[in-house]
């Protein structure tokens, strides 16, 4: 019997893709891999007998600089190669050859923002956080960044040809300047960018949610920029103080609504005003439709957040409804709602406990034939679906999960990196359909450093590629699938940007830079010194409820 699978590890996976056919470019251009944020990479190179023998290729330089929390890019049809783009807090972007991990063009956009010039946070300093997008047709790469500009500190969203790392004319965009919805302004001081980046339909998506800490007064907010018309910029926050989008997968898609999940609010008086719920959006972005559990006002209190995971979209044959939305929230549940119905405070479709406390990374979900801990639920074929059980096993340090699997049904082994903080720091893989151990670290060759909890991983062409703090990390199958050769006639290059916006950039270069100086990994927050005099909000205290 075909199964549908989510794995949760504290968090959750995600499986789904369309298998490359020989000939045909392979790509990885988002958060992971896919706009439903499955995390499912198909590669029939990806059998368990191989998985078994993975091993670190120690000729692959990957040498960057700066702390990462975004996940890497693979990018194939350019004239340098199949490249592997990385992004750092220390603002710098870089270009690798897939094959080498030799620098092909890098940019640093300014000095980052250190934690001492914000009011609250647990990053430090913060630069690019979230994993950008690749739009192939432009071939370009969009991202935020936070830096300081005249004095201010303000996100940019920028545009840069992803084969020369040029910006775009017209961009970044000052988010500050251009982001408005309903009377409320975008404000970078109180608002940081975790999610992955989304493309949907000549729109490129950001996601916002306030600093760790809960200070100043911020919101929950999705930006739009028209790619092709960077001045046509659009918005939806929540009405309510808080209600960030915390989780790092950022906005999901069906291909042409946008769903993202929401954290806890402040002095509400108990009337809803977009925390703690399951948002859908329009082009635009434009407000649809939402759903919140009927206990989302305790969740408020509680400081309980629904959107502690970023949202899943699932589809589910033979289920009624079978176009869901999976949210994991900080209360151990997992919520399915209808996403054609969200249908405001109400009941969802399905939810389960499934343990622990979700937050801070990822969800994937995949297919099967047959079905810190990492545990994997099956979403039946029923009316309505049901979260049944499959499988746990202990997880070495907490890290984001993804997927491979040769077919799209066949062979899944789920992965997961463990982090430096409280894990082995080595690669983890497991038999999708019982859990049994299929990879267990390597060797002393296989040891990384600088991992973290919302790293994730990505498949292709027989490798897999991590980013980590000054580093990205290639593994090998045996006899892994060669790499394309450039394409024979250069893409053309964006034209420079001629803006009055005084960012600091550098020249992109074209050959290898020396190794930079490793940056000490930001795992323990400093005491900072002469920072703003803002005061945190005191959480509400909220009366008792009763169920709407």
């Known amino acids: 019997m ?245 989780g790092h997968g950022g906005v999901a898609s069906d291909g042409t609504n946008m769903f993202v999940v929401t954290g806890n609010t402040f002095n509400t008086g108990g009337n809803w005003m977009g925390g703690e719920a399951i948002i859908r959006l329009q082009a635009g972005p434009l407000f649809s439709d939402f759903w ?76 099967t034939n047959d079905i810190g801990t990492m545990r994997a639920y099956k979403i039946t074929a029923a009316d309505p679906p049901q979260i049944v059980f499959a499988w746990s096993q202990n997880q070495n340090g907490r890290g984001s999960p993804w997927v491979t699997t040769t077919d799209g049904t066949n062979n899944a082994i789920v992965w997961y990196a463990a982090t430096t903080s409280s894990g082995d720091q080595r690669l983890h893989g497991y038999d999708g359909d019982t859990g049994a151990v299929i990879y267990a670290g390597g060797g002393a060759n296989e040891l990384m450093t600088g991992t973290r909890q919302w790293n994730t991983g990505i498949a292709a062409r027989g490798r897999i590629y991590f980013g980590a703090d000054n580093k990205v990390y290639a593994f090998n199958l045996p006899g892994g699938t060669p790499t394309p050769t450039p394409t024979a006639t250069a893409t053309p290059t964006a034209t420079a940007t001629a803006t009055s916006t005084p960012i600091s950039t550098t020249t992109p270069t074209s050959s290898p830079t020396s190794t930079p100086t490793a940056m000490p990994s930001a795992t323990a927050r400093p005491t900072p010194t002469a920072r703003p005099a803002v005061t945190p909000r005191p959480r509400p205290t909220p009366a008792p409820r009763p169920t709407p």
Not at 330 to 357: C, E, F, H, I, W
Request: with cysteine; proline share 5%.
């Open 2 to 246: 075909r199964r549908f699978i989510f794995i949760i590890t504290i968090f959750v996976v995600a499986l789904c893709g369309v298998a490359a056919r020989a000939g045909t470019l392979v790509n990885v251009t988002q958060e992971h891999n896919n706009p439903s944020r499955d995390g499912v990479y198909i590669d029939s190179a990806f059998t368990p007998e191989a998985a078994a023998n993975l091993a670190r290729d120690l000729n692959f330089n990957g040498t960057i600089s700066g702390n990462v929390y975004a996940q890497p890019l693979y990018i194939e049809g350019g004239s340098n190669g199949p490249m592997i783009i990385a992004v750092t807090e220390s603002n710098n972007i870089y270009a690798l050859n897939a094959t080498t991990g030799t620098v092909i063009w890098q940019r640093n956009l300014g000095e980052p923002v250190p934690l001492s010039s914000l009011p609250c946070g647990n990053i430090d300093p913060v630069g690019i956080t979230g994993t950008p997008v690749v739009d192939l047709t432009s071939r370009r790469l969009f991202f935020d960044a936070l830096l300081v500009n005249g004095g201010i500190i303000k996100h940019f969203i920028y545009s840069l040809d992803v084969d020369t790392g040029v910006t775009t004319l017209g961009w970044p965009v000052d988010v500050n300047a251009t982001a408005t919805y309903n009377g409320i302004n975008f404000a970078s001081l109180a608002q940081e960018e975790r999610g992955g980046f989304a493309f949907v339909n000549g729109i490129a998506y950001a996601s916002y949610s306030g600093y760790f800490g809960d200070c100043n007064v911020y919101h929950g907010w999705v930006v739009g920029v028209d790619i092709n018309n960077p001045s046509t910029v659009g918005a939806w926050a929540t009405t309510a103080i808080g209600g960030g989008i915390w």
């Open 292 to 367: 919140a559990p009927t206990n989302w006002f305790s969740l408020d209190g509680s400081d309980t957040d629904l959107g502690g995971v970023s949202a899943t979209v699932i589809d589910v044959p033979g289920a009624t409804p079978s176009q869901l939305v999976l949210a994991l929230g900080k209360d151990s549940n997992a919520y399915l709602v209808d996403r054609n119905n969200l249908g405001g405070v109400g009941m969802p479709v399905t939810q389960a406990n499934v343990s622990g406390t979700n937050r801070g990374t990822s969800a994937v979900t995949y297919h």
